[in-house]
Antibody, heavy 119, light 109 residues
Framework: QVQLVQSGAEVKKPGASVKVSCKAS????????IHWVRQAPGQGLEWMGWINPDNGDTNYARKFQGRVTMTRDTSISTAYMDLSSLRSDDTAVYYCSRPGGTPGFFDYWGQGALVTVSS | EIVLTQSPATLSLSPGERATLSCRAS??????LAWYQQKPGQAPRLLIY???HRATGIPARFSGSGSGTDFTLTISSLEPEDFAIYYC???????????FGQGTKLEIK
């Protein structure tokens, strides 16, 4: 079965960077885009961007351009999301997700990784 | 950027009642719209895609309708496990963007 397993919680200081991983299993990693979505405490969902694991192509939401980098390592079926210049309002749960049969809608989700930005 | 506006923000109903949730897009998304359910401490769960198609394993009491700018999620008879937050989400191609609505909290009356 499809599984997305994310790295653990992180605490970072303002101005630092964080890298969250998402290990995929149960399917061909290069066959489906991986998207990243975040959720601040008590708030709604915010799409950040996607990576095509097959060729490394990326597309980032305008809000995060210049601060986010999405990469992948096909040898270990893992996608990464790196967010730099962290601010307190970047405190959120970061999810990786994957479409199922229909592109652009997210059937499968990781368990989420809480990133706390605090001095 | 397409903005999705959900209403109401909170809906208070009793088990067995019918729930109607609305999602309005700032411009047409044709039928490129999905609905998700999220419970505390859990990742979202896809319920409906392409406006009206139930995702795998979703009970028949959940249905979606609409096209263009106005969409509805209907839960025909609420079960205790249906009380949660519901989000709509759209995908657009030009530019290639995905956005979520702000959510509707469905609470027990």
């Amino acid at each position: 079965q499809v599984q997305l397993v994310q790295s653990g919680a992180e605490v970072k200081k303002p101005g630092a960077s964080v890298k969250v991983s998402c290990k995929a299993s149960g399917y061909t990693f290069t066959g489906h885009y991986i998207h990243w979505v975040r959720q601040a405490p008590g708030q709604g969902l915010e799409w950040m961007g996607w990576i095509n694991p097959d060729n490394g192509d990326t597309n980032y939401a305008r809000k995060f351009q210049g601060r986010v980098t999405m990469t992948r390592d096909t040898s270990i079926s893992t996608a990464y999301m790196d967010l730099s210049s962290l601010r307190s309002d970047d405190t959120a749960v970061y999810y990786c997700s994957r479409p199922g049969g229909t592109p652009g809608f997210f059937d499968y989700w990781g368990q989420g990784a809480l990133v706390t930005v605090s001095s | 950027e397409i903005v999705l506006t959900q209403s109401p923000a909170t809906l208070s109903l009793s088990p067995g009642e019918r729930a109607t949730l609305s999602c309005r897009a700032s411009q047409s998304v044709t039928t490129y719209l999905a609905w998700y359910q999220q419970k505390p401490g859990q990742a979202p769960r896809l319920l409906i895609y392409d406006a009206s198609h139930r995702a795998t394993g979703i009970p028949a009491r959940f249905s979606g309708s609409g096209s263009g700018t106005d969409f509805t999620l209907t839960i025909s008879s609420l079960e205790p496990e249906d009380f949660a937050i519901y989000y709509c989400q759209q995908r657009s191609h030009r530019p290639l963007m995905y956005t979520f609505g702000q959510g509707t909290k469905l609470e027990i009356k």
